[in-house]
């Protein structure tokens, strides 16, 4: 049916917001967790200290995304509705067990893993249900859903802040437990417009039949150009997207010590990525087809650039400037993610293209932080890390650059195939009409010779 464009669709939205908040809200502030974890777990004899802590926030980010192509097959198979619930059920178990280790290595596994399995399951309905309630408005309502993760990435590290130095980091993760209890109620709005039909077997109802291997994994997707172009070349632009999040509070410390107020800086990538994903989710909704893509690649070049300049700032106030623009540039590449699918590949296809997309988005997520990690431990500073960081979106922006021309030319090919079909088919009907008057008329002169 087509969507309503309301209604129901408004407390679906507000589920959805509230989703991308308390995910991405506590994934984004992982710099502020990051520290208290260093003080926490570390000891100034381990070398790799740096390099083994990032690895938790890093494995939790990644496995968000990774976990997206199996999502997207059972949100496929059971609809949004379940799949959320249980996943935010996943999510609580794992972030409260989390606040019951006593060494790093467990939270590998707790925070990077369950947390994070927990958290995927629970965010890709969320974009998914968006399409069922929204057409003509889905760039504005994804713009104000991917709000949701600003908003909370604006007020978290503050809170978070007060939370560790007065309760310690154990009872933190018990409090942030809660906004993992409520996206587990948000679930259960995620009413399907259409019931799930069940197949009828043997005169039973309600049995449910799995269907056939290719519906379920469905890698017809990657037939289309544009959506291979745009699959593979997003992940390369994200192998250093991550790094300011998880390093940038401890860069902060490195360069200015305790002087400066470094949550200040995740205020202001929290706050401008709101009002870019506002802005340009609507702008979006005035860009014709493919040609949104341009829009995720001016991002990229901003987000490379930006990430460049930080090792540059010797003043608090230049990074200040740098993370505003980083932000805006940041809520624009994520708020069209889903109208950009729906353009490349259909509504049809769109859970799985989305799941695809962010299961190799996991790839450089997880592993670009480490790295940082890695070099800060060898070199004693930030600054290579960061450099090196704002390369690949680029490189990655370049890429998508393409992907509208390409996508006209498959629409031009498909509509020459489609008119090739028609005329073909018309021939065929002229053929026979034809052969069917020859074969008609000595058979009528016969009848009126006797």
């Not at 972030?95 to 890709?124: D, H, K, M, N, R």
């Not at 560790?164 to 933190?172: A, C, F, G, K, P």
């Not at 509509?415 to 009907?429: F, I, P, Q, S, Y």
Request: include cysteine.
């Amino acid at each position: 049916p087509e969507p309503p464009e309301g209604g129901w669709g408004w407390v679906v939205m507000l589920a959805a917001m509230w989703c991308n908040g308390a995910v991405f809200g506590i994934q984004n502030s992982c710099g502020v967790l990051f520290v208290s974890m260093l003080r926490l777990f570390g000891s100034s004899e381990d070398k790799q200290l740096v390099f083994k802590t990032a690895w938790v926030s890093s494995l939790s980010m990644g496995m968000v995304f990774f976990c997206s192509p199996i999502v997207s097959v059972f949100t496929d198979l059971f609809g949004c509705r379940k799949v959320a619930v249980i996943g935010a059920a996943v999510g609580l178990v794992g972030l409260l067990s989390s606040s019951f280790v006593s060494t790093i290595e467990p939270l590998y596994f707790t925070y990077g893993i369950l947390f994070a399995c927990g958290c995927s399951f629970a965010y890709q309905p969320s974009l998914v249900i968006l399409g069922h309630y929204f057409k003509k408005r889905l760039g504005l309502v994804n713009g104000i859903v991917t709000a949701g993760s600003s908003l909370f990435t604006v007020s978290l590290p503050f809170l978070l802040r007060v939370l560790i130095d007065s309760v310690d980091l154990y009872n933190t993760l018990r409090v942030l437990c809660i906004l993992m209890f409520v996206l587990f109620l948000a679930g259960f709005t995620y009413k399907p417009l259409v019931a799930i039909t069940k197949d009828k077997e043997g005169g039973k109802k309600g049995k449910f039949k799995f269907p056939p291997a290719k519906k379920i994994c469905n890698f017809s997707v990657f037939k289309v150009l544009s959506y291979r172009i745009w699959a593979f070349g997003i992940p390369a632009a994200l192998f250093g997207y991550f790094v300011p999040y998880v390093h940038l509070m401890n860069h902060v410390k490195d360069r200015f010590g305790d002087s400066v107020p470094e949550e200040v800086l995740l205020l202001c990538l929290g706050i401008t990525s709101g009002v870019g994903r506002l802005i340009f989710g609507r702008v979006a909704d005035y860009i014709p087809g493919a040609k949104k893509i341009y829009l995720q690649a001016i991002s990229f070049f901003f987000i490379g650039l930006m990430s460049m300049m930080i090792p540059l700032c010797h003043v608090f106030g230049a990074l200040i400037a740098v993370c505003l623009f980083m932000g805006l540039f940041d809520g624009c590449f994520i708020c069209i993610m889903g109208p950009i699918a729906f353009e490349l590949v259909g509504a049809q296809d769109v859970s799985q293209a989305i799941g695809f997309l962010l299961g190799l988005m996991s790839v450089p997520m997880t592993v670009g932080p480490p790295i940082a990690g890695l070099l800060r431990d060898k070199l004693g500073s930030y600054d290579v890390a960061f450099y090196l960081a704002g390369v690949p979106p680029l490189i990655g922006g370049a890429v998508l650059c393409f992907i509208p021309w390409v996508h006209e030319r498959q629409k031009l090919k498909e509509r020459a195939k489609h008119v090739d079909g028609e005329t073909t088919e018309k021939m065929l009907e002229n053929e026979s009409t034809l052969v069917s008057d020859t074969t008609v008329k000595p058979v009528k002169e016969l009848d009126s010779g006797f």
